[in-house]
Structure formats: structure tokens, C-alpha cells
T-cell receptor, first 115, second 113 residues
């Protein structure tokens, strides 16, 4: 069965510092990979996705993620965080070739930004 | 574009009553919608896939008679929690599929007393 692991429950970084959120997955084949952000009281917003091709994908709000097949990882990065980036971040996987269906989510990483 | 709304955002009910949650795609038509449940500090768990004009597909372990899903139009899916109990208290989130992406609603916080 597929699974997603986000080993960091909570991360605190200073505003302007770089950020990396970890995501590892277990899947029978290379899945579709996603990062979502959830602000309090709001729905999930897609930051970026990987289906195939270039393993470094760019997303919205200055985020990027790199797919590493050998490590079954899809870590999210941002070179300089802003206070508005404070939120909950979810990594998710979906079945390949079936678009965006039956997503399996990680447990999330809560990001706190300090001035 | 691609906005999904949920109503209500919060609901408190007594044990034994039924609660209906609506999920609407506001600016697109969605033949497929999804219902998730999120416990505090935990991940989103897919409960069921709602298909317009047909029966919903439930994930293993989800009671279909407990969580009734109706997708009567291309813009509306409803989740009814029947005979709710305190253990049904949770955050329920819907999403609607549009092209190759799921767009999520803001969620509904259900508290059963």
C-alpha cells in the first residue's frame, strides 16, 4: 500500500532563512507527487506537482521541489521564507496516469516563522 | 477560478442527529468530487469518491450507511453524517476535480456533543 512520510511535525525558521520540508513516499511505481499548503480555516492550495520530466519543479510563491527516485523523496524548498509562509504543508501522492485521484497525504508539517 | 465552497464551515449537533455538509464547485463543473476527513494533528484521509449521477465509491473501512454521499448535479455534492456520535467529530474537507488537479474546499468542523 502506498504511504507518505513527512518526518518533521513542526519546523520553526527565521524570516528570510531557507527552508526544506522533507517528504518520502512508498509506492509500487513512480507516483504523481504533490505539495499542498493549508492556512488556518482554509482549504488546501496546490503549491506544485510532479508527473514526469524535469525532476526539479517550480511552484507558486517561490517554492520548488526536487524528485529523487533513488531516495523516494520529494522535498520542498524555498530559499527565503516570508512570514506569510507560516502554514501547514502536506505532501501527497497519487496513482500515475490517473490524474489527480485518490490522493494519499502525509501527516503534514507545521511551519512557524519567527521574526 | 476553480473555487470550491463548503457549507457550513462549523456545525455543532447533538448525538443521534444527522448533519448535512454541502460542497459546491462555484465556477466549474465537477463530475468527480472527493470527501476527506482530517483528525487533529493527522493527515487527510480519503473517505469516498463522489461521481455525478452515480453511487459514491467508499474507501475501505468507511461505512456507507453512516456517511451518505449524494452528487446530484455537476456543481454540488453532499455528505450526510447520519446518527452522529462524538467519535464522528472531525474536520471534513471536500475537493472537486478539474482537469488534472483537485481543488479543495475550506472544510467543515463538525462537533458532536
Amino acid at each position: 500500500a502506498q504511504s507518505v512520510t513527512q518526518p518533521d511535525i513542526h519546523i520553526t525558521v527565521s524570516e528570510g532563512a531557507s527552508l526544506e520540508l522533507r517528504c518520502n513516499y512508498s509506492y509500487g511505481a513512480t507516483p504523481y507527487l504533490f505539495w499542498y499548503v493549508q492556512s488556518p480555516g482554509q482549504g488546501l492550495q496546490l503549491l506544485l506537482k510532479y508527473f514526469s520530466g524535469d525532476t526539479l519543479v517550480q511552484g507558486i510563491k517561490g517554492f520548488e521541489a526536487e524528485f529523487k527516485r533513488s531516495q523516494s523523496s520529494f522535498n520542498l524548498r524555498k530559499p527565503s521564507v516570508h512570514w506569510s509562509d507560516a502554514a501547514e504543508y502536506f505532501c501527497a501522492v497519487g496513482p500515475p496516469h490517473r490524474g489527480n485521484e485518490k490522493l494519499t497525504f502525509g501527516t503534514g508539517t507545521r511551519l512557524t516563522i519567527i521574526p | 477560478g476553480a473555487v470550491v465552497s463548503q457549507h457550513p464551515s462549523r456545525v455543532i449537533c447533538k448525538s443521534g442527529t444527522s448533519v448535512k455538509i454541502e460542497c459546491r464547485s462555484l465556477d466549474f463543473q465537477a463530475t468527480t468530487m472527493f470527501w476527506y476527513r482530517q483528525f487533529p494533528k493527522q493527515s487527510l484521509m480519503l473517505m469516498a469518491t463522489s461521481n455525478e449521477g452515480s453511487k459514491a465509491t467508499y474507501e475501505q473501512g468507511v461505512e456507507k450507511d453512516k456517511f451518505l454521499i449524494n452528487h446530484a448535479s455537476l456543481t454540488l455534492s453532499t455528505l450526510t453524517v447520519t446518527s452522529a456520535h462524538p467519535e464522528d467529530s472531525s474536520f471534513y474537507i471536500c475537493s472537486a476535480r478539474f482537469r488534472d488537479e483537485q481543488f479543495f474546499g475550506p472544510g467543515t468542523r463538525l462537533t458532536v456533543l
